[in-house]
């Protein structure tokens, strides 16, 4: 097979336009065209699993699942961290989150056909605190991952005065 000559200016074009389209198709973490941001998701994430844990509880406690007092008073914690996470969301977001909104979804139900115990409470905890883990690692501002290290701490302390009381 005759080889092709290759000059400089081949060469040097050829290695353009591999950059050229390299660099176009990537873009580091924000690569995905998006309009919202990681903080953005780290929020709406842990929104989510805020209602979820906040649908567990209430299930527990109307099915007299534990010690009452005390899932009353995480409850309420629960109910606090969300409180503090949606203020951080974009003011039109805020509204369409808010349970008490018109038009929002309702609560999530819990995981599981019948209601939380303490112990599946305990596990629950224990998955959102390695979850806020993560999501520090993933927000941007610093004010955010030290709201979501704050969030999941308690939620670590949870885990464990459960583990606590389930024995």
Do not use: N
């Amino acid at each position: 097979m005759a080889g092709i000559p290759v000059t400089r200016r081949t060469a040097l074009a050829s290695v353009l336009a591999v950059a050229a389209v390299w660099a176009s198709g990537c873009r580091g973490g924000r690569w995905y065209p998006s309009e919202t941001g990681p903080d953005e998701r780290v929020l709406r994430g842990a929104v989510a699993d805020k209602e979820r844990m906040i649908a567990r509880y209430r299930a527990a406690l109307a099915a007299d699942e534990g010690p009452a007092e005390l899932l009353e008073s995480f409850l309420v914690h629960h109910e606090e961290h969300l409180g503090a996470l949606r203020e951080r969301l974009p003011d039109e977001d805020r509204t369409r989150t808010d349970p008490g909104a018109p038009d929002a979804s309702p609560s999530p139900s819990p995981v599981g056909d019948g209601p939380v115990d303490a112990a599946g409470l305990r596990t629950a905890e224990e998955a959102s605190a390695g979850a806020r883990s993560r999501q520090c690692a993933d927000a941007e501002d610093p004010a955010l991952a030290q709201l979501v290290a704050s969030i999941g701490a308690c939620e670590a302390a949870h885990a464990h005065r459960l583990g606590e009381e389930v024995g």
